[in-house]
């Protein structure tokens, strides 16, 4: 089975721009989550969809971020425009329905570079 | 606080145990878990541990779980330098992983 996989693996874009990162979870698993992770720092919460639905949002930093997941399966998160601060580690993670013990599978990650 | 708390760096010597501790911040939370990150990969799910258990033993990991204190550690047996990684430890709030920092362990062989 196939795990999560999120593309591109490194991006490098000067401020003002826009980038559009994907993320493919692992297939039938309902919820799709998206994390950051700022240098050093610890990995952050963005937001949760539960199939095409946006169960929750609370973690997304400013409407510069626009996160879809159109037909419940991929999904896309844009950053427009981009800023100095959007640099970092960007994950993607899916788990089922009911995962036995709330387990999250994680991609391997983008890394977006703003310049 | 809200924060939940790892040491940056750890260094062990090849064939020793090492613990990696994590202080965290809900006493409700179900499930805590720990997630390996090797260098260029992704998070790895090492293990979880479910609030009402103590400790749970995976050949050679074992987790330890202090409710009381909210301190969660994490021992690796006869440490090997494939086992050089960083090491996170998450809890779940709702449907909300909060992760620590990581702590970066080096196996020196």
């Known amino acids: 089975e196939a795990g999560v996989t999120q593309f591109p693996s490194h991006s490098v874009i000067e401020k003002g721009q826009t980038v559009t990162l994907r993320c493919d979870p692992i297939?039938?698993?309902?919820?799709l989550y998206w994390y950051r992770r700022v240098m050093g720092k610890e990995i952050k919460f963005l937001l949760h969809f539960v199939k095409e639905s946006k169960q929750d949002e609370s973690g997304m930093p400013n409407n510069r971020f626009l996160a879809e997941r159109t037909g419940g399966t991929y999904s896309t998160l844009k950053v427009q425009p981009a800023e100095l601060e959007d640099s970092g580690v960007y994950f993607c993670?899916?788990?089922?329905?009911?995962?036995?013990?709330?387990?999250?599978?994680f991609g391997p990650g983008t890394r977006l570079t703003v310049t | 606080g809200e924060d939940v708390e790892q040491s940056l760096f750890l260094s062990v010597r090849e064939g020793d145990s090492s613990v990696i501790n994590c202080t965290y911040t809900d006493s409700s939370s179900t499930y805590l878990y720990w997630y390996k990150q090797e260098p260029g990969a992704g998070l790895q799910l090492l293990t979880y541990?479910?609030?009402?258990?103590d400790m749970k033993q995976d050949q050679r990991l074992t987790v330890l779980l202090n409710k009381k204190d909210k301190h969660l550690s994490l021992r690796i047996a006869d440490t090997q330098t494939g086992d050089s990684a960083i090491y996170f430890c998450?809890?779940?709030?709702?449907?909300?992983?909060?992760f620590g920092t990581g702590t970066s362990l080096t196996v020196i062989p």
């Open positions: 297939s039938g698993h309902d919820n």
């Open positions: 993670a899916s788990s089922p329905t009911r995962p036995s013990g709330g387990e999250q599978y």
């Open positions: 541990i479910f609030s009402n258990m």
């Open positions: 998450a809890e779940m709030r709702g449907n909300q992983f909060y």
